[in-house]
Protein backbone atom coordinates (compact mmCIF):
# COMPACT_ATOMS: atom_id res chain seq x y z
CA UNK A 1 0.00 0.00 0.00
CA UNK A 2 1.22 3.29 -0.79
CA UNK A 3 0.39 6.19 0.82
CA UNK A 4 0.96 9.99 -0.17
CA UNK A 5 0.67 12.79 2.16
CA UNK A 6 -0.02 16.40 0.98
CA UNK A 7 1.66 19.15 2.85
CA UNK A 8 1.76 22.96 2.09
CA UNK A 9 5.03 24.48 3.40
CA UNK A 10 6.80 27.56 3.70
CA UNK A 11 9.70 25.88 5.84
CA UNK A 12 9.94 27.92 8.23
CA UNK A 13 11.56 27.33 11.69
CA UNK A 14 9.92 25.10 14.19
CA UNK A 15 8.75 27.35 17.38
CA UNK A 16 8.24 24.57 19.88
CA UNK A 17 10.36 24.60 22.58
CA UNK A 18 13.25 23.52 22.71
CA UNK A 19 13.16 22.74 18.73
CA UNK A 20 14.51 25.61 16.97
CA UNK A 21 17.26 23.68 15.34
CA UNK A 22 14.40 21.92 12.96
CA UNK A 23 11.67 22.77 10.31
CA UNK A 24 8.05 22.49 11.45
CA UNK A 25 8.53 20.11 8.56
CA UNK A 26 10.67 17.34 10.19
CA UNK A 27 7.81 17.39 13.08
CA UNK A 28 5.42 16.21 10.45
CA UNK A 29 7.65 13.78 8.68
CA UNK A 30 8.70 12.27 12.13
CA UNK A 31 5.49 11.45 13.16
CA UNK A 32 4.69 10.00 10.09
CA UNK A 33 7.91 7.67 10.10
CA UNK A 34 6.99 6.45 13.93
CA UNK A 35 3.59 5.24 12.74
CA UNK A 36 2.84 2.21 14.57
CA UNK A 37 2.02 -0.12 11.28
CA UNK A 38 1.45 -3.61 11.27
CA UNK A 39 1.79 -4.18 7.77
CA UNK A 40 5.21 -3.07 7.44
CA UNK A 41 4.66 -3.00 3.34
CA UNK A 42 3.27 0.41 3.63
CA UNK A 43 5.08 2.91 1.56
CA UNK A 44 4.49 6.82 3.12
CA UNK A 45 5.58 9.93 0.90
CA UNK A 46 5.48 13.68 1.55
CA UNK A 47 4.48 15.84 -1.77
CA UNK A 48 5.25 19.52 0.07
CA UNK A 49 3.83 22.39 -1.96
CA UNK A 50 5.84 25.41 -1.65
CA UNK A 51 5.65 29.01 -3.28
CA UNK A 52 7.64 29.78 -6.19
CA UNK A 53 10.88 31.05 -5.02
CA UNK A 54 10.67 29.15 -1.69
CA UNK A 55 14.43 27.96 -0.98
CA UNK A 56 14.68 24.09 -0.04
CA UNK A 57 17.69 23.73 2.55
CA UNK A 58 20.14 20.68 1.36
CA UNK A 59 18.82 18.48 4.28
CA UNK A 60 15.42 18.79 3.21
CA UNK A 61 15.94 18.56 0.02
CA UNK A 62 17.99 15.10 0.03
CA UNK A 63 15.35 14.04 2.07
CA UNK A 64 14.32 10.32 0.75
CA UNK A 65 10.84 10.73 1.89
CA UNK A 66 9.55 14.01 -0.13
CA UNK A 67 9.12 15.79 -2.80
CA UNK A 68 9.01 19.53 -3.65
CA UNK A 69 6.75 20.89 -6.13
CA UNK A 70 6.50 24.24 -6.42
CA UNK A 71 3.38 26.66 -7.07
CA UNK A 72 3.16 29.29 -9.48
CA UNK A 73 2.40 32.18 -6.90
CA UNK A 74 2.67 32.69 -3.14
CA UNK A 75 -0.37 31.48 -1.49
CA UNK A 76 -1.38 28.11 0.71
CA UNK A 77 -3.84 26.39 -2.03
CA UNK A 78 -2.39 26.84 -5.46
CA UNK A 79 0.86 25.19 -3.03
CA UNK A 80 -1.80 22.35 -2.42
CA UNK A 81 -2.68 22.16 -6.13
CA UNK A 82 0.75 22.13 -7.01
CA UNK A 83 1.24 19.27 -4.51
CA UNK A 84 -1.98 17.31 -5.30
CA UNK A 85 -1.42 17.42 -8.80
CA UNK A 86 1.90 15.55 -8.67
CA UNK A 87 0.10 12.49 -6.72
CA UNK A 88 -0.33 10.18 -9.73
CA UNK A 89 -2.50 6.93 -9.67
CA UNK A 90 -0.01 4.38 -8.32
CA UNK A 91 -0.88 5.84 -4.89
CA UNK A 92 -3.86 3.96 -3.31
CA UNK A 93 -4.36 6.37 -0.51
CA UNK A 94 -4.21 10.06 -0.06
CA UNK A 95 -3.60 11.89 3.14
CA UNK A 96 -3.07 15.05 4.48
CA UNK A 97 -0.95 16.75 7.32
CA UNK A 98 -0.18 20.30 7.54
CA UNK A 99 3.74 20.82 8.58
CA UNK A 100 2.99 22.40 11.78
CA UNK A 101 1.00 19.59 13.27
CA UNK A 102 1.73 15.85 13.88
CA UNK A 103 0.24 12.34 13.83
CA UNK A 104 0.13 10.23 17.23
CA UNK A 105 1.83 6.81 16.63
CA UNK A 106 -1.48 4.39 16.50
CA UNK A 107 -3.16 7.36 13.61
CA UNK A 108 -2.78 5.39 10.65
CA UNK A 109 -3.46 2.12 11.87
CA UNK A 110 -6.34 3.25 13.12
CA UNK A 111 -7.52 5.29 9.92
CA UNK A 112 -6.48 2.98 7.62
CA UNK A 113 -8.70 0.23 9.56
CA UNK A 114 -11.73 3.00 9.20
CA UNK A 115 -11.14 3.24 5.80
CA UNK A 116 -12.34 -0.53 5.31
CA UNK A 117 -15.83 0.81 5.86
CA UNK A 118 -15.50 4.27 5.01
CA UNK A 119 -14.09 6.47 1.56
CA UNK A 120 -13.10 9.26 3.67
CA UNK A 121 -11.29 9.75 7.14
CA UNK A 122 -11.32 12.99 9.58
CA UNK A 123 -10.50 13.58 12.77
CA UNK A 124 -10.26 15.42 16.49
CA UNK A 125 -7.27 17.01 17.43
CA UNK A 126 -5.17 17.63 20.88
CA UNK A 127 -4.97 21.35 20.51
CA UNK A 128 -1.22 21.84 22.36
CA UNK A 129 1.20 25.08 22.64
CA UNK A 130 4.40 25.76 21.92
CA UNK A 131 5.61 24.01 25.13
CA UNK A 132 4.04 20.74 23.91
CA UNK A 133 1.49 21.42 26.45
CA UNK A 134 -2.91 20.60 26.06
CA UNK A 135 -4.65 23.47 25.22
CA UNK A 136 -8.18 21.37 24.00
CA UNK A 137 -9.89 19.21 22.30
CA UNK A 138 -10.95 20.68 18.63
CA UNK A 139 -13.42 19.30 17.07
CA UNK A 140 -13.72 20.68 13.61
CA UNK A 141 -12.49 18.41 10.95
CA UNK A 142 -9.27 20.65 9.45
CA UNK A 143 -7.18 19.17 7.31
CA UNK A 144 -4.47 17.34 8.93
CA UNK A 145 -6.57 14.35 10.21
CA UNK A 146 -8.07 13.54 6.42
CA UNK A 147 -7.48 10.43 4.76
CA UNK A 148 -8.67 9.13 1.89
CA UNK A 149 -8.66 6.73 -1.00
CA UNK A 150 -7.68 8.13 -4.02
CA UNK A 151 -10.36 7.70 -6.14
CA UNK A 152 -12.72 9.50 -3.46
CA UNK A 153 -10.07 12.89 -3.92
CA UNK A 154 -10.51 12.15 -7.70
CA UNK A 155 -14.46 12.71 -6.72
CA UNK A 156 -14.45 15.63 -5.08
CA UNK A 157 -12.00 17.12 -6.72
CA UNK A 158 -8.98 19.61 -5.98
CA UNK A 159 -9.14 22.40 -3.90
CA UNK A 160 -11.17 25.32 -4.87
CA UNK A 161 -8.76 28.34 -5.68
CA UNK A 162 -11.70 30.47 -4.53
CA UNK A 163 -11.15 29.79 -1.20
CA UNK A 164 -8.57 31.64 1.08
CA UNK A 165 -9.08 31.01 4.33
CA UNK A 166 -11.88 27.96 4.50
CA UNK A 167 -10.57 25.70 1.87
CA UNK A 168 -11.28 23.08 4.00
CA UNK A 169 -15.06 23.65 4.69
CA UNK A 170 -15.80 23.79 0.88
CA UNK A 171 -13.75 20.50 0.04
CA UNK A 172 -16.10 19.11 2.85
CA UNK A 173 -19.12 20.17 1.01
CA UNK A 174 -17.98 19.18 -2.17
CA UNK A 175 -17.37 15.84 -0.46
CA UNK A 176 -20.59 15.59 0.99
CA UNK A 177 -22.17 16.24 -2.30
CA UNK A 178 -20.39 12.90 -3.54
CA UNK A 179 -22.77 10.65 -1.51
CA UNK A 180 -19.47 8.79 -0.15
CA UNK A 181 -19.15 7.34 3.07
CA UNK A 182 -17.24 9.62 5.88
CA UNK A 183 -15.92 8.33 9.09
CA UNK A 184 -14.55 11.21 11.74
CA UNK A 185 -12.73 9.61 14.28
CA UNK A 186 -13.02 10.64 18.18
CA UNK A 187 -11.29 9.60 21.71
CA UNK A 188 -12.81 6.43 23.77
CA UNK A 189 -14.39 9.06 25.87
CA UNK A 190 -15.95 11.20 23.38
CA UNK A 191 -19.60 11.69 23.07
CA UNK A 192 -21.67 9.46 20.98
CA UNK A 193 -24.92 10.36 20.23
CA UNK A 194 -26.03 14.30 18.79
CA UNK A 195 -27.98 15.09 21.59
CA UNK A 196 -24.87 14.31 24.62
CA UNK A 197 -22.36 15.82 21.90
CA UNK A 198 -24.65 19.05 21.50
CA UNK A 199 -24.17 19.44 25.63
CA UNK A 200 -21.08 19.07 26.01
CA UNK A 201 -18.77 19.03 22.68
CA UNK A 202 -20.90 21.56 20.59
CA UNK A 203 -18.32 21.22 17.77
CA UNK A 204 -18.43 17.69 17.56
CA UNK A 205 -22.69 18.31 17.22
CA UNK A 206 -21.57 20.25 14.01
CA UNK A 207 -19.52 17.79 12.74
CA UNK A 208 -22.68 15.84 12.80
CA UNK A 209 -25.33 17.91 11.92
CA UNK A 210 -23.02 19.58 9.37
CA UNK A 211 -20.86 17.07 8.04
CA UNK A 212 -23.56 15.67 5.03
CA UNK A 213 -25.93 12.70 5.24
CA UNK A 214 -22.99 9.33 5.00
CA UNK A 215 -20.97 11.06 8.00
CA UNK A 216 -20.42 8.75 10.93
CA UNK A 217 -18.48 9.16 14.49
CA UNK A 218 -15.99 6.09 14.86
CA UNK A 219 -14.33 5.62 18.87
CA UNK A 220 -11.00 4.24 18.81
CA UNK A 221 -9.92 2.84 22.03
CA UNK A 222 -7.49 5.42 22.96
CA UNK A 223 -7.90 8.69 25.42
CA UNK A 224 -6.49 11.20 23.85
CA UNK A 225 -7.05 12.89 20.45
CA UNK A 226 -4.83 10.67 17.49
CA UNK A 227 -3.71 14.24 15.57
CA UNK A 228 -1.88 16.84 17.48
CA UNK A 229 -2.50 20.69 15.84
CA UNK A 230 0.21 23.28 17.25
CA UNK A 231 -1.54 26.67 18.43
CA UNK A 232 1.16 29.35 17.74
CA UNK A 233 1.03 32.87 16.20
CA UNK A 234 2.54 32.12 13.06
CA UNK A 235 -0.73 29.91 11.78
CA UNK A 236 -3.76 31.03 9.59
CA UNK A 237 -6.32 30.86 12.77
CA UNK A 238 -4.29 33.17 14.83
CA UNK A 239 -4.31 35.64 11.73
CA UNK A 240 -8.02 35.51 11.20
CA UNK A 241 -9.02 35.45 15.14
CA UNK A 242 -6.19 38.89 15.41
CA UNK A 243 -9.64 40.45 13.54
CA UNK A 244 -8.88 43.09 11.02
CA UNK A 245 -8.85 42.40 6.97
CA UNK A 246 -8.41 38.39 7.46
CA UNK A 247 -11.52 38.24 9.64
CA UNK A 248 -13.17 40.48 7.45
CA UNK A 249 -12.12 37.91 4.25
CA UNK A 250 -12.62 35.30 6.82
CA UNK A 251 -16.60 36.31 6.85
CA UNK A 252 -17.17 37.15 3.36
CA UNK A 253 -15.80 33.34 2.67
CA UNK A 254 -18.76 32.08 5.38
CA UNK A 255 -21.32 33.75 3.84
CA UNK A 256 -19.87 32.25 0.66
CA UNK A 257 -20.08 29.39 1.71
CA UNK A 258 -23.55 29.39 3.27
CA UNK A 259 -24.78 30.82 0.04
CA UNK A 260 -23.31 27.33 -2.43
CA UNK A 261 -24.26 24.97 0.49
CA UNK A 262 -26.93 26.31 2.35
CA UNK A 263 -24.16 25.83 5.69
CA UNK A 264 -20.76 25.88 6.22
CA UNK A 265 -19.95 22.48 5.67
CA UNK A 266 -18.31 20.59 8.61
Not at 144 to 162: C, D, H, Q, V, Y
Amino acid sequence: MKVAIITPSRLKRSTLVGKSDLYFLEHAVASAAAQELIDKQITIHFFVGIDADTVVPARLADHPQLTFVRSDCKAQVPALNAAIRAVDASWDLVGFLEDDDRWLPQYLAVAIRALEGFDFVSSTQLEVNEADEPVRINDFPAPSGWLMRRSTFEKAGAINPASKWHYDNEWLGRLAETGLRRAHLVEATAPWTMDDAFQVRPWLANVLRFGGPNIHLVRHGFVLPLVYRLVHPGSGTSHVGGGGTAKTESNAEYQWLVDRFGRIPW
